[in-house]
Each structure stands twice: as C-alpha cells, then as structure tokens.
C-alpha cells in the first residue's frame, strides 16, 4: 500500500532552520504532485508548497515564498522541505501528500498522506 513518511521535524529557535524529509513508497513517485500542507490545532490545514511532477512547477503560498524551498529526488522517492528563518507562526504539524492531479493545490485533491512530524518554533 502507499505509504508516505514524514521526518525531519523538532524544536527550532526563531531565525533557524530546519529540513523536513518525505519518503513514499507503495506508489509511482514521479507521476504524482508532491506537496507540504501545515496544520495547527483548531484551524484547517493549510497549503504550504507544491511541486508538479511536470517540469517541476512550483507554487508557494504568501507565508512560506522566499523562505521555504521544496525539492523532489525522484531516484530516491523522496520529497524536502528546506525551512530558513523560521518564526514562531511556523508551529505546526508538518504534513506531506500526494496528488495524481498535475495542478493540484487544495487539500482535498490529494489522494494520498504522511502521519505529519511536529515543527516547533520557540526560544
């Protein structure tokens, strides 16, 4: 079955940094739209970043563009986060998915998810 995994979270102070790392397995890693969602109690998930599996586009949310960086390995299966200059909004729980939808963006046209991994943000 498909499986994605999250990993790479923890506790950050303000201004750091922190790289999150996403395995899948279980399906045809190159073909599906690979993206970061975030999600703090109370409040829906949010879209952070998503990355197509055609030539690479890239869409960032206003929250995250120009500090946040996603990459894909498609050798390796495996989906990044590179998180710069992190603030303390940044708290969350940080979810992966995977979409068969080339320009999906919206958490209900992704079909497949990580158990997420705590991001914290905190002196």
Sequence with gaps: QVQLVESGGGLVQPGGSLRLSCAASGL???IYTMAWF???PGAVR?????KSYRAGRTR????V?????ISRDNGKNT???EMNSLKPEDTGVYYCAASGRDRAIDSY???YWGQGTQVTVSS
């Design 79 to 81: 989906v990044y986060l």
């Design 60 to 63: 960032y949310s206003d929250s």
């Design 46 to 50: 949010e879209f952070l970043v998503t």
């Design 28 to 30: 045809r890693f190159s």
């Design 38 to 40: 975030r999600q703090v």
């Design 109 to 111: 046209e992704f079909d």
């Design 65 to 69: 563009r120009g500090r946040f960086t």
